[in-house]
């Protein structure tokens, strides 16, 4: 019983931001609330038992693993919708049709929102690699070797992947 409540708060404690994740890779929210759950699923079904020390890198690499999957199925939904002539705008994110929070400061609230949508923009640019590594390091405050093995890759690749997309972000936030 122990292990459940551990495993209700880990998953508790991690599912906004793999929402997040989910909705920065996909950009659509339906599809990322679909990713997070498959991917709370699979971490339950297969890692429940795990030591809890190694539950943030193993739920991450699911995670990762059901984005890149789900590019997989959008690649071939895509091939289909284009044979027969689908709209491909037909799944626009609803998150950008939400009316903005009132602000309890105005300049410095706007201030802070204008920075943060820029921020979030920046990274919805960057390519899916690029992506996972800067969350995983700069967001989650992952090692190293932890982002590694949540993106199935090596150090140096995360690394790569990490020093691009500091550079790419740096580029589109300019000033800020």
């Not at 984005?67 to 199925?73: L, M, Q």
């Not at 009132?102 to 920075?115: F, I, R, V």
């Not at 890759?153 to 995360?158: A, N």
Request: charge should be neutral; charged fraction near 25%.
């Amino acid at each position: 019983m122990d292990n459940k409540d551990e495993l209700d708060k880990f998953l508790a404690g991690v599912e906004r931001k793999a929402f997040c994740h989910a909705e920065f890779a996909t950009k659509q929210t339906e599809e990322a609330l679909d990713i997070v759950q498959e991917t709370m699923l699979a971490f339950v079904s297969k890692y429940a038992n795990s030591p809890t020390t190694q539950w943030p890198a193993l739920f991450h690499r699911i995670l990762q693993n059901q984005i890149r999957d789900w590019y997989r199925r959008s690649a071939v939904r895509s091939r289909w919708r284009g044979w027969f002539g689908a709209d491909s705008d037909e799944h626009q994110s609803q998150l950008q049709n939400q009316p903005a929070q009132p602000a309890a400061e105005p300049l410095h609230q706007l201030a802070g929102e204008n920075t943060g949508r820029e921020l979030v923009e920046a990274i919805k640019q960057l390519p899916l690699r690029q992506q996972q590594a800067f969350l995983l390091r700069v967001w989650e405050g992952f090692t190293v070797k932890e982002t590694a093995k949540a993106m199935s890759c090596s150090d140096g690749s995360v690394k790569t992947h990490l020093n691009r997309a500091n550079s790419r972000i740096r580029e589109l936030l300019g000033d800020h």
